[in-house]
């Protein structure tokens, strides 16, 4: 039989198809991944002076980053 696991203990909460930190847990790992996303965006525009090479530069992180905190979140809600 599967564990449910109790709200408490959810550190992230689904909506519309992503998901929000409900506990301290989750907002400990959302903050620097917001901060990383931000970061990268920030270092890729001052860095390139081409946009072809920002964008290879950006959406290889991001997605990346994106899929990592969707894993831990999905598993963690």
């Known amino acids: 039989m599967p564990q449910h696991k109790h709200k408490a203990n959810r550190w992230f ?12 847990q989750g907002w400990l790992l959302y903050i620097p991944y917001t901060a990383y996303l931000i970061g ?30 969707t894993w831990i979140a999905k598993r963690a809600s």
């Open 13 to 24: 909460i689904a909506v519309r198809g992503s998901y929000l930190p409900a506990a301290w």
């Open 40 to 69: 990268i965006l920030v270092f890729v525009t001052l860095q390139n002076e081409s946009l072809p090479l920002a964008v290879l530069t950006l959406i290889p992180n991001w997605v990346s980053a994106i899929i990592i905190m």
